[in-house]
């Protein structure tokens, strides 16, 4: 069977010639996962990919969900992946292993998981978000909740949620209305209504637990008023045995255009008075323990999105070899016979973007895992704040810019197919409808841009931004320096300069009295930081590349090389100009979008 | 209620301020079509759009299609709209009223259709069908079998299809292996197997009239051996009279991304060796026949993504006005109350986005029926060969780059609506999964940029493109004496020179050793003419509305045509400077997808 998820020689590539994972394996607490290691796990879960989850990726889009008797019923056949998910003891993979967790690095777990997360996002989402509740209560539990809590969900045995938001706080969640009284008991009597809450209810497990924001009575207005509860669907008592049922259901659940293996619940907490939960963390406190949660839930969102390209880009490829349409371009070749669709030369510019996109994004997101890792392990303040830097200024980038290439390259995969590709038949069209969501939960696209010219691009005075572009600079030097990569070093350095450029204008201007014309650049301005951010991504593969034909290669992994090289040589001579184009946008300051009245829209 | 289809007011800016249609009205043949005869058949179209057919969209694509004993069911809801399409006599709008059809410009035909498909395109599938089989049927047909067929398919009596694809033979035609045989009463037995047939079979209709592609027992190979027959569902007699059913039967029905309201048929003739047909045309000559009715069906197709884009902008600007949702972004306005997303910022850019488009788009496709008008109405050889330049030219944007953007469009409409945007309470989620087919249906957009630089780009050894480029010079000089378009003028002369710079290139590199090079970069040829183009049409608009506003107008107008104004403004400032970083792209011939090897691509 072809490989149809990801390609393994390039998750090798980034884990153990880009990233030098094993380095980690140096320190006492991951001295266990040294190479080897890292390739078994990696083949666990690649054969749990391939075997179990992809097989019911489309079986569960035509299922769906289903609430009964006010009771969701997930799809059928992801039981079966949930038992083994439990038995291979998936969901905790770099958490503390003294609350149950494996303790791998992350970069590693990223790894794993985007074998998961191409082979069955829908599925996954049950998985991310018992992790996510966990990891809050590990983060800001009392020793007695984490007892009470973590072991059980970090093992599955209870699942997990978010309620977050509200029909009125999607954006904007500090206009939460959901109210918490504080009872005699300590506890919380809670009120309130949730929608869009991914896994809010579900058959896999006989609990879940609800991390739930809401606002304590006489609480301030906005996002200072917000605290944090542990809500169970069924009480937790002292000892861990489970209680009554808590008055929090499932009232409703979303039809959507994809994801239909995950339930998107409408939830009604206390709608009989009877509503309890207890404060997770410090009262008013809730935004910031979100705040901190960000980073991981959004680089998982990125990764959500590259699962979904990295299957559609493996799908399209196989496919492109083995159906057969039209013959060769070249007039010369007239009397031929019809070839494969990979040798079209609109197909092959296709697949080249899939694939320069794919690694790229690949790159990137365990580039941040690893950043994370170092910070873990490290003991120096510089190091760990230079680490933070680099993860802070490109969350937005793994999550907006990410997910939006992603849907692109799935749009891409269903283009290869042709007709066949906006049928059923294949995966391709469900992977462009799911990957959809990826644009929008976890804070809009738009969001992310606003993050990152409002809050990012200013950090440090701007000394953060300039660090992350030095060590981008770092690699095109090491570029030049290899002969076949002078021209793209060239292109590469005359973008970054003008990307310091753009940096410089867009900078001033956000905080100036023209900031509403620099916020409508913000989209494209977190769109040329991305393309950047790929291309220094590329050319740092390249370099390697280069290195390793220099000192000779086996043939198959000449061909992988050489195909490194000709991804950077791809985006770096054929998305640069565009990007640099877009720069010279954000220069103008154009202000039409900011001038134009409303009544000028028109549609009346 | 709002309107949520079209911009009644910019459908009439274009007809009668951009493109002056009722100077048609001064032929005989169009006399009847003066201005308010023309706005009063709009009126009638945007009432049945909106009152009859919008209202079935998401309803069609929740119930969907159904085969059910060999027989096709189409929504329950779509006979009433088909009825009342038939009482309109909405089918044939443009035709010849010698055999039924209303004898309308085929400019105002294309505007009414624009309402039409913007509220139900599924449902109107069934509507072009009928009227494109008919249309050959007039092209082709002998009197006999217009007198036989005509009237009654363009009054809709009988329903029509187009069976051209099969398993092996979709982008490449040529391949397909549909048989006919000759039988002594001068009908033909034809035995094969199709695939992909929008209307294939149908219950709105007593008989189905199918245009099938066969090639004759000892025809030659390829596309110089295909015919066409007219093969009907149930027999026609020669008084007019049904006869017995015929052996073509729908054997299943697509399962489809989208489009969910329109059935996708496998059809088997002939396998009870019982199928008769007769032919169309010439023996052999088949493809030429497609190739008269391509520009019609590609030009329709880009229409079904303007319909798409355009009531996915109306959605998505009257939620933008009426959602609350987060402050003003200026942090003077801390305490400010929150507002309706229209006034972010991020949200303005993506709806002028949308309007820009849209408009630039719907002018397009406008102005291309008027060249067909025109065409019809002259006796001029010269002035029929220039506008059939500008179409022979034009189609490949209208079909290519019309519904790539009209998609992205629909992404940006899903994107304005948030989480909501991704469930089935809006249409939002449909117009973008219906949108998808049309970049991949009547030549995907691969193609439509292969026929721009393969053959459009050399017609006439290059002089029907300057042409074209000398049209759109025209506006930019006009634009030049507006003191309030001279920046964008500037803009514009500065991207079309580097466009002229760009055709020479790729256009030499295309008869090259280089020629797999270039089409490789086929795909962005396409992308910058498709921007040039929607540049000049956006400022021709501009053009006007100065000159309106110069001469006074009413608020209301004002506020039209300073919109115009500003679309124009946003689209060259913020589109052309990327698109200019696409031609540095097509200029630097980077090969690097002709390079790579079919084993670098990995995956395995």
Redesign the interface.
Known sequence: M??LIA?R??IEFVLHEQLQLDYLSKYEEFEEFDKKTINLILSEARNLAIKEMLPTLKVSDEEGCRLEKGEVKVPECFHKVYKLFREGEWIAMYDDPEWGGQGMPMTLSLAVNSYFYGANFPFMMAIILVHGAAKLIEHYGTDAQKNLFLEKMYSGQWGGSMLL?ES?A???VG?LTTKAVKNDDGTYSITGNK??ISSGDSDLTENIIHPVLARIEGAPEGTAGISLFIVPKIWVNEDGTLGEPNDIVCTGL?????LHGSPTCSMALGSKGMCKGVLLGQENKGMRAMFVMMNEARLDVGLQGLGCASTS??NA??YA?ER????P???SAKDAP?VPI?Q?????????TM?SYTEGMRSLLYFIAFCEDRIHLSNDADEKSMYQGYIDLLIPVAKGYVTDRA?EMC?HG??IY??Y?????YLQ?QL??DS??T???EG???IQ??DLLGRKLHLGKGEVFKGLISKIKEIIETAKAHKVLNDLSQEMQKTILKLEKTIGHIGAMSRSDK???A??H???FLDVTGDVVMAWMLLWRANIAVEKLENGTKR?DT??Y??QI??A??FI??VL??????M??IL?S?D?????????????
Do not use: C
């Open positions: 072809a490989q390609d020689r390039d938001t009125e999607g954006s904007d206009a929608i869009f979303e039809e959507k255009m994809g880009f493996m490829l196989n070899k057969v349409q039209g013959k371009l070249l007039a019809a990979i079209h030369p609109d197909v092959k510019r296709m697949l080249l694939k849907f749009a269903v283009q042709g007709g590709g906006y049928t059923k038949e069209e462009l409808r959809k969501i644009q929008i939960y809009t696209n738009g841009a606003m900031a509403l014309t916020f409508a913000a989209y494209s198959k061909d992988f050489t195909g000709r991804s040589q791809f001579n054929s100009p565009v990007s640099r184009g877009k010279d946008v103008s154009d039409a979008a900011i001038q134009i009245s409303e009544n000028s829209f028109g549609g009346l």
